[in-house]
């Protein structure tokens, strides 16, 4: 966990100053590097620019004063040499246009130079042909010329002027962009500096009053303690530097020594209290010796009668061993007996499941032939209502055949054949009668026989539900009987095993008593020394009793030490 110590408080402080100082420096290099651009910039291109311009607006007067002193000077020598002089300052004015065109930087200074540099072009023509006029000695041509070639001089001078003012204002905003920015940062410093020294001031008192104020605090406290006031305030413990782990490590302090006191206070009103509780268990105990001494006396005149009765109880205690040894056989016995009968039960039970799933099979089977039954019953009412149905078939067509023999007489010769086709067919369909009968003669005793069937049958499914129903309650009864044994199987065998424990219980009586009757013995002859003891106890008691005494007399005096501080 994070942890603000002192030294790192301070230490922050200390590195937010420097911060803050190392940005007001950062911020006073840029200015002063933007102060070095615009004076490099006015030093590495505008001054030399200016310079130039100059030079080149002397350099054009000068070629054009040369040319005309060149045309009107009648000595051929002094032409010549005007003549050269031209021709230098001519190259002289190249030099300067080529050092002037590697200065132009900006688009509008570029286009100036650009239509300058067409100007001085034109003019620089304009001079050869001058100077071809003049080596032919043609003055008039020449004159003609550079009168023709004054206006592209005076465009010349005026680019050149343009150019000039056009760099001057280039110094002009340098400078005062480098002025501006020593203004700014000249304000922005003191500001820097005003707020590190507000900050400062400010940080100081801050951390100086985290220090002192808790610092104070703890000092008060501490005098209320050391006057023996411990009923102090904790102290709140806002911080986590060592400040406040000393507000932590104090109120911890305050704590301990309130428990201390408390704990002492409450050891010497124990001791006191436990001072007076021995006294007064020393008192009685030396009225517990006087009895002691009393009592063993007549300990000692009561051993002999002890033993006599020690001797007599420890014969009824082996007839009573022998007794119950022989109980526990018995139990045994009972314990096997009711082992085989849970056997005999459990077969029953079986057995009894067995039976029970057999009528159970039976009982299904029953009812399905039931069911069978019942859907043969159905079946002969349907052959009863198809034989009525033959039935009057047949009588329908013993009429149609009584009717096809009267037709079949009634036409004479004709109808003979017929009255035989209707003679067969009266005898067919008193066949059909007959067989219709017979049919449903059968039907009525089938359909009687199924009835008395299906009366049979559910009396035999509902005396196998009463079978059924008393074999299940033979099979309950028989795990209540299988449940009767187990429970008193396990009661003979607990009983068999209290039997064991009390028989093995009577044999330990009876070593018990063996060693008894070896106690009572030796108890009599020490009753003898008893009385020597006690003599010794009382003494020891006295002074034990005066000891208990100066025990309370010092638990009183701490009581009182203590009492000065407020807990």
Not at 180 to 189: A, K, T, V
Not at 384 to 397: E, N
Not at 515 to 535: F, G, H
Request: charged share 20%.
């Amino acid at each position: 966990m994070f942890k603000l110590t002192l030294k790192k408080k301070i230490i922050s402080a200390a590195l937010i100053l420097v911060i803050v100082l190392s940005l007001s420096s950062v911020i006073g290099v840029i200015k002063m590097s933007e102060m070095g651009e615009a004076s490099n910039k006015v030093n590495n291109r505008s001054l030399p620019a200016v310079i130039l311009l100059q030079g080149m607006d002397k350099q054009i007067t000068e070629i054009d004063r040369l040319t005309v002193r060149l045309i009107l000077e009648e000595d051929a020598a002094v032409r010549s040499t005007y003549q050269e002089e031209l021709t230098k300052a001519t190259a002289s004015m190249d030099k300067s246009v080529n050092e002037y065109q590697s200065l132009a930087s900006t688009a509008e200074e570029k286009e100036l130079f650009t239509n300058f540099y067409g100007q001085w072009a034109m003019y620089l023509r304009h001079l050869k042909v001058v100077s071809a006029a003049m080596e032919e000695n043609d003055k008039v041509m020449a004159y003609m010329i550079i009168h023709g070639n004054s206006s592209i001089y005076k465009a010349a001078l005026e680019d050149v002027n343009k150019l000039k003012l056009l760099n001057e204002q280039y110094a002009t905003d340098a400078a005062n962009q480098s002025s501006q920015s020593y203004h700014s940062g000249r304000i922005l410093m003191i500001s820097l500096t005003i707020i590190c020294t507000i900050l400062g001031i400010i940080g100081s008192f801050l951390l100086a009053q985290s220090f002192t104020k808790p610092i104070l605090k703890i000092a008060e406290q501490m005098k209320l303690v050391t006057r023996g006031n411990l009923q102090v305030e904790p102290l709140r413990v806002r911080s986590k530097d060592e400040v406040g782990e000393l507000a932590s490590d104090f109120n911890e302090m305050c704590d301990s020594l309130r428990n201390l006191l408390k704990e002492v206070v409450d050891n010497s009103l124990l001791v006191a209290s436990t001072a007076e509780q021995l006294t007064a268990s020393a008192e009685q105990t030396s009225i517990a010796t006087e009895q002691i001494a009393i009592s063993a006396t007549q300990v000692a005149e009561g051993s002999q009668t002890q033993l006599a009765d020690i001797a007599e109880t420890l014969n009824y205690t082996v007839d009573v061993s022998k007794s119950v040894d022989n109980i526990t056989n018995r139990f045994v016995h009972v314990a096997n007996l009711t082992t085989q009968a849970q056997e005999k039960a459990n077969n029953g039970k079986t057995q009894m499941s067995s039976t029970v799933f057999q009528i159970r099979d039976v009982h299904t089977k029953v009812t399905q032939s039931a069911e069978v039954v019942n859907i043969l019953g159905e079946k002969s009412a349907e052959i009863k209502q198809i034989t009525a149905m033959i039935s009057d078939i047949a009588a329908r067509t013993n009429l149609l055949s009584l009717n096809a023999s009267i037709e079949a007489a009634r036409a004479g010769e004709q109808g003979k054949g017929f009255a035989v086709v209707a003679y067969e067919v009266r005898n067919l369909s008193a066949q059909a009668s007959e067989a219709t009968g017979k049919i449903s003669s059968l039907v009525n005793e089938i359909t009687l026989r199924t009835d008395e069937v299906v009366i049979s049958m559910n009396e035999g499914v509902q005396s196998l539900n009463e079978g059924m129903m008393l074999v299940e309650g033979v099979g309950n009864v028989f795990s209540e009987i299988v449940g009767a044994v187990e429970e008193v199987s396990g009661e003979v065998d607990t009983a068999a095993l209290e039997a064991r424990s009390v028989n093995e219980g009577t044999v330990s009586m009876v070593e018990s008593m063996k060693k008894i009757a070896e106690i009572s013995e030796r108890a009599a002859d020490s009753t003898q020394t008893v009385a020597s003891v006690v003599e010794e106890t009382t003494a020891s008691m006295q002074e034990v009793s005066a000891g208990a005494n100066m025990l309370a007399k010092r638990a009183e005096e701490m009581n009182q030490t203590v009492s000065v501080f407020k807990i």
